[in-house]
């Protein structure tokens, strides 16, 4: 059984044709670039995903959930879950999809993983037009990967979805544009909307709005704006009042998620 099929280059292919799960390579590893703002459609493939940004950010959704992928970030998106992308910025994106027995080592659920300066070139290298010589080489840098990814952390780069469609709706709206949130129309009272919250999120409505504040936080710190300008159009009265939530949310600094700071 080979280890790695690599499909190298930025142009769309489209369908994404996979090798089964329980056969076939352990690792196919491919790499497509889209410009800002473009939309990739709901889909879902019968191989684990691991969405890794090289460059750029994705706003992922999948059923009841909302996912911020910043640069040098990758999600795992198990098989068969449905899967929706929008790329903020010229989104570089490198892709890798793993064996059933690969998959069997990640979590069993979605999850925005911090990626390692390792596994970052492993799958630069994977996904680059240089070809790997020697079925030995491909083997050992494809396991490697894989055990890689079965070490990350994951980030809390996560926004539940409620599935009422006013409520859904009334997240569309924020999320358009979250530090205007408190200028959108709530339905039906606040004491019912904080149940429903609960009951349909997990999240209060205002814990709900704070999460969606700190994903827009860190696709505006990805896409290079400062600290200081981020943590003024979030309504914070200081950098550093805002950058002692976002290290009481993310445990890191906003700076962590600065390009300058992306691991190379």
Not at 157 to 166: F, G, K, N, R, V
Not at 214 to 239: C, I, K, M, N
Request: charged residues 20%; contains cysteine; proline residues 8%.
């Amino acid at each position: 059984m080979d280890t790695l099929t690599l499909q190298a280059g930025p142009h769309a292919i489209s369908p994404v044709v996979l090798p089964d799960a329980a056969e076939g390579p352990m690792l196919v590893a491919r790499h497509r670039s889209f410009p800002a703002g473009a939309h990739i459609p709901a889909h879902q493939h019968i191989r684990g995903q691991f969405l890794f940004a090289a460059a750029g950010t994705m706003f992922v959704r999948t059923p009841g959930h909302a996912w911020l992928v910043p640069p040098s970030r990758a999600l795992w998106i198990p098989s068969g879950i449905e899967h929706a992308i929008d790329a903020h910025g010229e989104l570089d994106m490198r892709t890798l999809y793993l064996d059933a027995a690969s998959a069997a080592r990640l979590p069993q659920a979605c999850a925005v993983l911090d990626v390692t300066a390792l596994l970052r070139e492993l799958i630069m290298r994977m996904t680059s037009s240089i070809s790997l010589d020697g079925k030995e080489t491909i083997a050992l840098i494809g396991q490697l990967a894989v055990l890689e990814i079965s070490r990350l952390q994951s980030c809390a780069l996560e926004l539940p979805l409620p599935a009422s469609a006013d409520l859904l709706d009334l997240c569309e709206r924020v999320l358009q544009n979250p530090t205007r949130a408190d200028d959108e129309p709530v339905p039906g009272s606040n004491r019912r909307l904080y149940r429903r919250f609960r009951t349909e999120t997990g999240l209060s409505y205002v814990q709900w709005r704070k999460q969606a504040c700190l994903l827009h936080a860190v696709r505006l710190l990805g896409a290079g704006r400062p600290v200081t300008q981020v943590a003024l159009d979030l309504g914070y009265e200081s950098p550093s009042a805002f950058s002692t939530m976002f290290r009481r949310s993310l445990g890191v600094t906003p700076r962590a998620f600065s390009p300058r700071h992306t691991k190379t």
